[in-house]
């Protein structure tokens, strides 16, 4: 785990379905983990931290949230559009909408592009961060997943920009990302960047 912003942690492990690193984060602060895929040491690497909630990004980001809940007793949420993905499940999931504080200093927001229920984390540390789910990653630069995974990618990609303009209007400077390196300074301007790539 690396501390890549005040009281943020990351750490990369290898998902086994995808076969390639996706990132989760610790909020210590806030007493949170983001779509954690848990480190070598398990639910141990946490050490003494509380670890009160789980919060996933999108439905699809569950990971390890099932140890946590069991070994530390952590409420798993799961954005409310994404919440048919748990019914008839042992895992007991809560709803969020965007707006909410789901931590302390941690505020929803709506991307629901590539899927209704893809939201990205407003989290007050440092000068900010968004942490974004699977609408916008950063492999080999910040970008979209390939054309395959998404039902109708012009669609997605327009809405998806439509949706920065707004975000952009935050306060942050760091970017997060489930799929990806995490940008710890100066995402605002590989984000405007990003933006004003697509509109020349």
Do not use: C
């Not at 569950?62 to 409310?80: C, F, H, K, N």
């Not at 390939?146 to 109708?152: A, E, S």
Request: charged content about 20%; glycine content about 10%.
């Amino acid at each position: 785990m690396d501390e890549i912003l005040p009281g943020v942690w990351h750490w990369t492990t290898v998902h086994p379905n995808l076969q390639q690193p996706v990132s989760s984060y610790s909020l210590e602060d806030a007493g949170a983990a983001v779509d954690p895929l848990l480190p070598e040491g398990g639910v141990a690497a946490f050490g003494d931290w509380a670890v009160q909630k789980v919060i996933l990004t999108n439905r699809h980001h569950s990971r390890d949230a099932a140890q946590i809940r069991e070994a530390r007793g952590a409420t798993i949420l799961v954005p409310r559009p994404g919440l048919h993905e748990y019914e008839g499940s042992e895992l007991e999931v809560e709803p969020y909408y965007p707006g909410d504080e789901v931590a302390p200093g941690v505020r929803v927001h709506e991307l629901a592009a590539i899927s209704p229920d893809d939201f990205v984390l407003h989290v007050s540390a440092g000068l900010g961060a968004l942490v974004f789910a699977d609408g916008v990653i950063n492999m080999n630069g910040i970008g979209f997943v390939p054309d395959g995974l998404m039902d109708d990618p012009e669609r997605v990609r327009a809405r998806t920009f439509e949706r920065l303009h707004e975000l952009v209007q935050l306060d942050f400077d760091a970017l997060l990302f489930a799929h990806g390196d995490p940008i710890p300074s100066g995402g605002r301007d590989a984000l405007l960047a990003f933006i004003a790539a697509e509109a020349s």
